[in-house]
C-alpha cells in the first residue's frame, strides 16, 4: 500500500506530524535532487522559515556543499544519475556527524525498501509531497535536542564492523565473547584469531576491517604492547583494548603509549565494564579520527594532506627498495583553473576542486593514495602500479572521468587536466625525487596539451627537438653548458655594480646556442632543474672571483625559469649555496620575464617568498612587454624592474617609448624598486636614459657578454666601462 503523500516512513515504521515552530533556531539543510523544478519546490516550501536550505543538482555538488557545511538534515533524490541518493549519503556521512539523512522517491514502497538496508537513512519523504506532512518531517529532525555530552548511553552497544579478539586461550575467548553477545545488538559479528600474525593478516584485508581490537598483553608470537605498536603501524584505525591478567598502571601507559585505546584487568571484565570500555575507547578513537583527519587530510576534499602524503611515500619507497618492487606516482594539475575560478567565484572553484578530487577517487583502488598537495595540483601514490604502461593506463582514466561536464551551480563546466607519471626507482631514488620527476612530467605534459614527455614515437623519424631534448642530459655530463657573464652598470659612474649571468650552450657540431634555442626544451623535460642548478652554483663559483677584482659589494642575477624557481626544493638549494659560498643574500636577484611572474603559481611565490625572507630579490626581466598591472606588480615583492630592450631600441625616434620609459621610472620610484634599462646600444641612448631619471643600465654599450676570464681581463684593465666610441 502507497504511503500518505508527503508521509515519512521512518526505519521502524513510526511517523509524527508535529506543527512547525517558528521560533525554531535557524539551521542549515541540504536538499539533491537532479529534477529542477522538485529543487524549486523545496526552497519555496521552506523560503519564510527560520533555516538556511542548499540545493544541489548533482553528487559533485552535494558532496561540495557537504565539504563545506554542517548540516542538520539532509535529503536526498534516491534515483539520480552517476551516483544514487544512498551513494551520496556515504560519501557525506563522515563529514556529517550530526546530521538526519532522509530520500525521498516516487518509487513504490517495496521497490524502495528493496533499495535500502537498515541503519541507511532516518527516513523516506514519498513523492509528490503534500507541504503539512514535509514541514513537519523537517520540524521534528532539524529542532530535535542535541544528546547531551555527559548523558551515559543505555541499551545494547550498536557497532558497525567486526570485534576482532586476539588471544590465544580458548576459555578465554569463550568468555569474552559470551560477554559480548550480552551487551551488544544481535548479529553482531565476533572474530577470534590466537596469534599476532593471524591479527595483522584479518585487519590488513579489505573484508574484515574490525570495528574493535580486544587484545591479550601476552601472545604466543609476540608481547602485548610490541602487537599494539604492530597493529598502529599498519593504520589501524579501530581502537584496541588491551587486557591483562594483573592492575598494573605501568604497563597501563605504555599500552596507551603504543597506541591502544584502554587497558582492562580480565578479571574485572564483567558485561557492564567491558560494554562501557568498548563504548568510551569508540567515542575516544572517533575524537582522535577527527583530530587527525584535520591534521592529515585536506577539508575541502577529503584527500590526503602533504604530511601525510610524504609520510605514506616514505614507507612505501622504503617497502618497495626493500622488496626491489616498483611504486607509481602520478602528478595531476587542473587545467585553466585559475580562469575558472575567476569567472565564476571561488565557491564554483571549491565545488570544482572537490568534485575534481571525487571524480580522482573513483578512479583510484583501494591501496592507492589521493593528496591534494595545494591549489589545484593533486598527487596519486600507486603501489600497485609497477610499470610506465600501467601508470599511462591509469592516467588515461583520469582522462576519461573529466570527458563529462561538471554540474556544479547552475554551471556546466568542461576541464581537463595535465599528468605526470613517475616510477620507482626509474625516476626517482626517494620519494622527493619521484615527486619531483613527475612534477616535471606534469609541467612537460601541460606545456604538450598530452601526457608524456619528449620521448620519440617508435617508428617515426626524430625531429630535431627530439634529438636535441635527447642532447641535454649527456651535455650537462659533459660541461657543454657555459656561461656568460655582462655587467649591469650605474649609469652616471658608468661602473659596474653587479652582473647577470647568461647560459649558453657548446653544442657539438652546432657550435654556441643561445638561449632561445633550447631554454623551451629545457623547460618542457625538466632538465631546467639540473641545468638551472648548475648554473647556479657556477654563477656563485666565478662572482667571488669578480669581486676580489671591483669589491665585495658586486650584485649577481641570475635568470630562471617559473618552473626551476617552483621546484619545491628551489629556496632551500639557494639558500643551501649563499651558505657555502658565505655570500650576501641581499646581494642576488633571482630573474623572471614578466610572463612567469604573471601566472600567479603559488609554488613559485611560495619559493619567492621564502628568499625574500632572506634577503634575495626578485627581477622581472622584459618589463613594458606584457599586460603586468600595478596590483599584481606589488604582489610580486620585486626588488628590480628590467625595461624591455624593444623600448630602449626606440627611444630616439619615439615620444612614446620615452613617455614609456618615464613611466616606468616613475612606477619604480612609487614602489621603491629599482630600475635598469635592458639593452642599450649608443652613447645617446645612454643619455636619453640619463635625463628621464633612469639610473642604471645594461648593453653592449657597457659591455657585451663575455666568459669569466673574458671579464676578469677587461675588469683588470679597467673596471670602469665605457664605449670605445665615448
Same mark, same amino acid.
Given at each position: 500500500?502507497?504511503?500518505?503523500?508527503?508521509?515519512?516512513?521512518?526505519?521502524?515504521?513510526?511517523? $509524527?506530524?508535529?506543527?512547525?515552530?517558528? $521560533?525554531?533556531?535557524?539551521? !542549515?539543510?541540504?536538499?539533491?535532487?537532479?529534477?529542477?523544478?522538485?529543487?524549486?519546490?523545496?526552497?519555496?516550501?521552506?523560503?519564510?522559515?527560520?533555516?538556511?536550505?542548499?540545493?544541489?543538482?548533482?553528487?559533485?555538488?552535494?558532496?561540495?556543499?557537504?565539504?563545506?557545511?554542517?548540516?542538520?538534515?539532509?535529503?536526498?533524490?534516491?534515483?539520480?544519475?552517476?551516483?544514487?541518493?544512498?551513494?551520496?549519503?556515504?560519501?557525506?556521512?563522515?563529514?556529517?556527524?550530526?546530521?538526519?539523512?532522509?530520500?525521498?522517491?516516487?518509487?513504490?514502497?517495496?521497490?524502495?525498501?528493496?533499495?535500502?538496508?537498515?541503519?541507511?537513512?532516518?527516513?523516506?519523504?514519498?513523492?509528490?509531497?503534500?507541504?503539512?506532512?514535509?514541514?513537519?518531517?523537517?520540524?521534528?529532525?532539524?529542532?530535535?535536542?542535541? !544528546?547531551? =555530552?555527559?548523558?551515559?548511553?543505555?541499551?545494547?552497544?550498536?557497532?558497525?564492523?567486526?570485534?576482532?579478539?586476539?588471544?590465544?586461550?580458548?576459555?578465554?575467548?569463550?568468555?569474552?565473547?559470551?560477554?559480548?553477545?550480552?551487551?551488544?545488538?544481535?548479529?553482531?559479528?565476533?572474530?577470534?584469531?590466537?596469534?599476532?600474525?593471524?591479527?595483522?593478516?584479518?585487519?590488513?584485508?579489505?573484508?574484515?576491517?574490525?570495528?574493535?581490537?580486544?587484545?591479550?598483553?601476552?601472545?604466543?608470537?609476540?608481547?602485548?604492547?610490541?602487537?599494539?605498536?604492530?597493529?598502529?603501524?599498519?593504520?589501524?584505525?579501530?581502537?584496541? /583494548?588491551?587486557?591483562?591478567?594483573?592492575?598494573?598502571?605501568?604497563?597501563?601507559?605504555?599500552?596507551?603509549?603504543?597506541?591502544?585505546?584502554?587497558?582492562?584487568?580480565?578479571?574485572?571484565?564483567?558485561?557492564?565494564?567491558?560494554?562501557?570500555? /568498548? !563504548?568510551?575507547?569508540?567515542?575516544?578513537?572517533?575524537?582522535?579520527?577527527?583530530?587527525?583527519?584535520?591534521?592529515?587530510?585536506?577539508?575541502?576534499?577529503?584527500?590526503?594532506?602533504?604530511?601525510?602524503?610524504?609520510?605514506?611515500?616514505?614507507?612505501?619507497?622504503?617497502?618497495?627498495?626493500?622488496?626491489?618492487?616498483?611504486?607509481?606516482?602520478?602528478?595531476?594539475?587542473?587545467?585553466?583553473?585559475?580562469?575558472?575560478?575567476?569567472?565564476?567565484?571561488?565557491?564554483?572553484?571549491?565545488?570544482?576542486?572537490?568534485?575534481?578530487?571525487?571524480?580522482?577517487?573513483?578512479?583510484?583502488? =583501494?591501496?592507492?593514495?589521493?593528496?591534494?598537495?595545494?591549489?589545484?595540483?593533486?598527487?596519486?601514490?600507486?603501489?600497485?602500479?609497477? $610499470?610506465?604502461?600501467?601508470?599511462?593506463?591509469?592516467?588515461?582514466?583520469?582522462?576519461?572521468?573529466?570527458?563529462?561536464?561538471?554540474?556544479?551551480?547552475?554551471?556546466?563546466?568542461?576541464?581537463?587536466?595535465?599528468?605526470?607519471?613517475?616510477?620507482?626507482?626509474?625516476?626517482?631514488?626517494?620519494?622527493?625525487?619521484?615527486?619531483?620527476?613527475?612534477?616535471?612530467?606534469?609541467?612537460?605534459?601541460?606545456?604538450?596539451?598530452?601526457?608524456?614527455?619528449?620521448?620519440?614515437? =617508435?617508428?617515426?623519424?626524430?625531429?630535431?627537438?627530439?634529438?636535441?631534448?635527447?642532447?641535454?642530459?649527456?651535455?650537462?655530463?659533459?660541461?657543454?653548458?657555459?656561461?656568460?657573464?655582462?655587467?649591469?652598470?650605474?649609469?652616471?659612474?658608468?661602473? =659596474?655594480?653587479?652582473?647577470?649571468?647568461?647560459?649558453?650552450?657548446?653544442?657539438?657540431?652546432?657550435?654556441?646556442?643561445?638561449?632561445?634555442?633550447?631554454?623551451?626544451?629545457?623547460?618542457?623535460?625538466?632538465?631546467?632543474?639540473?641545468?638551472?642548478?648548475?648554473?647556479?652554483?657556477?654563477?656563485?663559483?666565478?662572482?667571488?672571483?669578480?669581486?676580489?677584482?671591483?669589491?665585495?659589494?658586486?650584485?649577481?642575477?641570475?635568470?630562471?625559469?617559473?618552473?626551476?624557481?617552483?621546484?619545491?626544493?628551489?629556496?632551500?638549494?639557494?639558500?643551501?649555496?649563499?651558505?657555502?659560498?658565505?655570500?650576501?643574500?641581499?646581494?642576488?636577484?633571482?630573474?623572471?620575464?614578466?610572463?612567469?611572474?604573471?601566472?600567479?603559481?603559488?609554488?613559485?611565490?611560495?619559493?619567492?617568498?621564502?628568499?625574500?625572507?632572506?634577503?634575495?630579490?626578485?627581477?622581472?626581466?622584459?618589463?613594458?612587454?606584457?599586460?603586468?598591472?600595478? $596590483?599584481?606588480?606589488?604582489?610580486?615583492?620585486?626588488?628590480?624592474?628590467?625595461?624591455?630592450?624593444?623600448?630602449?631600441?626606440?627611444?630616439?625616434?619615439?615620444?612614446?617609448? !620615452?613617455?614609456?620609459?618615464?613611466?616606468?621610472?616613475?612606477?619604480?620610484?612609487?614602489?621603491?624598486?629599482?630600475?635598469?634599462?635592458?639593452?642599450?646600444?649608443?652613447?645617446?641612448?645612454?643619455?636619453?636614459?640619463?635625463?628621464?631619471?633612469?639610473?642604471?643600465?645594461?648593453?653592449?654599450?657597457?659591455?657585451?657578454?663575455?666568459?669569466?676570464?673574458?671579464?676578469?681581463?677587461?675588469?683588470?684593465?679597467?673596471?670602469?666601462?665605457?664605449?670605445?666610441?665615448?
Amino acid at each position: 500500500m502507497t504511503p500518505p503523500p508527503g508521509s515519512l516512513a521512518s526505519c521502524n515504521g513510526e511517523s $509524527t506530524r508535529p506543527v512547525w515552530d517558528a $521560533t525554531a533556531k535557524a539551521h !542549515r539543510v541540504l536538499f539533491v535532487d537532479d529534477d529542477p523544478i522538485c529543487r524549486r519546490h523545496f526552497e519555496v516550501l521552506l523560503a519564510s522559515r527560520d533555516i538556511v536550505v542548499d540545493v544541489a543538482a548533482s553528487a559533485d555538488e552535494a558532496i561540495g556543499f557537504a565539504r563545506r557545511h554542517q548540516y542538520r538534515v539532509i535529503v536526498c533524490d534516491l534515483v539520480m544519475p552517476r551516483l544514487d541518493g544512498l551513494a551520496v549519503i556515504e560519501r557525506v556521512r563522515p563529514t556529517q556527524a550530526d546530521a538526519r539523512f532522509l530520500v525521498t522517491t516516487a518509487l513504490e514502497p517495496v521497490q524502495a525498501r528493496g533499495m535500502l538496508r537498515g541503519g541507511q537513512v532516518d527516513g523516506v519523504l514519498w513523492k509528490p509531497w503534500e507541504v503539512g506532512s514535509l514541514l513537519a518531517v523537517l520540524e521534528r529532525l532539524v529542532t530535535r535536542p542535541d !544528546r547531551s =555530552p555527559t548523558q551515559e548511553p543505555s541499551g545494547p552497544l550498536d557497532l558497525v564492523g567486526t570485534v576482532l579478539i586476539v588471544d590465544d586461550s580458548p576459555y578465554d575467548v569463550a568468555r569474552l565473547t559470551a560477554l559480548l553477545r550480552a551487551g551488544m545488538t544481535k548479529g553482531t559479528c565476533i572474530c577470534a584469531v590466537a596469534s599476532l600474525g593471524e591479527a595483522v593478516a584479518h585487519v590488513t584485508s579489505e573484508a574484515n576491517r574490525p570495528a574493535v581490537v580486544l587484545l591479550d598483553l601476552h601472545l604466543p608470537d609476540a608481547d602485548g604492547l610490541k602487537a599494539v605498536a604492530r597493529l598502529s603501524e599498519l593504520g589501524l584505525e579501530a581502537p584496541i /583494548i588491551v587486557i591483562g591478567d594483573w592492575q598494573d598502571e605501568a604497563v597501563a601507559v605504555q599500552a596507551v603509549q603504543a597506541g591502544a585505546q584502554d587497558y582492562m584487568v580480565r578479571e574485572h571484565a564483567d558485561e557492564r565494564r567491558l560494554i562501557r570500555t /568498548i !563504548r568510551q575507547a569508540v567515542g575516544r578513537n572517533d575524537s582522535q579520527l577527527k583530530l587527525t583527519r584535520v591534521a592529515l587530510y585536506d577539508q575541502l576534499t577529503g584527500a590526503a594532506n602533504r604530511v601525510l602524503f610524504e609520510r605514506r611515500a616514505e614507507q612505501a619507497v622504503s617497502a618497495a627498495r626493500a622488496q626491489t618492487t616498483k611504486l607509481g606516482l602520478l602528478f595531476v594539475d587542473l587545467d585553466r583553473f585559475k580562469s575558472i575560478n575567476d569567472r565564476n567565484g571561488h565557491d564554483v572553484g571549491d565545488a570544482l576542486l572537490s568534485a575534481f578530487a571525487m571524480r580522482l577517487s573513483d578512479c583510484l583502488q =583501494p591501496s592507492d593514495l589521493l593528496c591534494r598537495l595545494g591549489g589545484d595540483e593533486f598527487a596519486i601514490l600507486a603501489p600497485r602500479i609497477q $610499470t610506465h604502461e600501467e601508470a599511462h593506463e591509469l592516467a588515461s582514466a583520469f582522462s576519461e572521468a573529466m570527458s563529462l561536464p561538471f554540474e556544479l551551480s547552475g554551471h556546466t563546466l568542461a576541464v581537463s587536466a595535465s599528468v605526470g607519471v613517475a616510477l620507482f626507482p626509474d625516476d626517482g631514488a626517494n620519494e622527493k625525487e619521484l615527486l619531483r620527476s613527475a612534477d616535471v612530467a606534469m609541467y612537460a605534459a601541460k606545456g604538450h596539451q598530452r601526457r608524456g614527455s619528449l620521448a620519440p614515437t =617508435p617508428g617515426k623519424p626524430q625531429t630535431e627537438r627530439e634529438l636535441m631534448a635527447q642532447s641535454l642530459r649527456p651535455a650537462l655530463e659533459n660541461n657543454e653548458f657555459v656561461l656568460y657573464f655582462q655587467p649591469i652598470v650605474d649609469l652616471a659612474t658608468r661602473k =659596474p655594480l653587479a652582473v647577470e649571468a647568461l647560459l649558453r650552450w657548446q653544442r657539438s657540431e652546432h657550435g654556441l646556442l643561445m638561449p632561445t634555442a633550447f631554454l623551451s626544451v629545457l623547460d618542457e623535460t625538466g632538465m631546467i632543474i639540473p641545468v638551472g642548478r648548475w648554473v647556479l652554483k657556477e654563477a656563485f663559483r666565478e662572482v667571488t672571483r669578480f669581486r676580489a677584482l671591483v669589491g665585495e659589494g658586486l650584485g649577481l642575477s641570475v635568470n630562471c625559469t617559473a618552473t626551476q624557481v617552483a621546484d619545491r626544493n628551489f629556496a632551500s638549494e639557494v639558500v643551501g649555496m649563499l651558505k657555502q659560498r658565505g655570500c650576501d643574500p641581499a646581494l642576488l636577484e633571482i630573474e623572471l620575464d614578466e610572463a612567469s611572474l604573471a601566472r600567479k603559481s603559488e609554488a613559485l611565490a611560495e619559493s619567492l617568498r621564502e628568499l625574500k625572507a632572506i634577503g634575495v630579490g626578485a627581477c622581472m626581466d622584459d618589463f613594458g612587454s606584457g599586460t603586468s598591472s600595478l $596590483t599584481e606588480l606589488r604582489r610580486a615583492g620585486l626588488k628590480t624592474l628590467k625595461i624591455d630592450r624593444s623600448v630602449v631600441n626606440d627611444l630616439q625616434g619615439s615620444e612614446e617609448s !620615452r613617455a614609456t620609459v618615464e613611466a616606468i621610472v616613475a612606477i619604480g620610484r612609487g614602489l621603491r624598486v629599482r630600475v635598469i634599462a635592458e639593452g642599450v646600444e649608443t652613447e645617446a641612448q645612454h643619455r636619453v636614459l640619463r635625463g628621464l631619471g633612469c639610473e642604471l643600465g645594461q648593453g653592449r654599450f657597457y659591455g657585451s657578454p663575455m666568459t669569466s676570464d673574458e671579464l676578469c681581463l677587461t675588469w683588470t684593465a679597467s673596471p670602469t666601462f665605457k664605449s670605445t666610441s665615448a
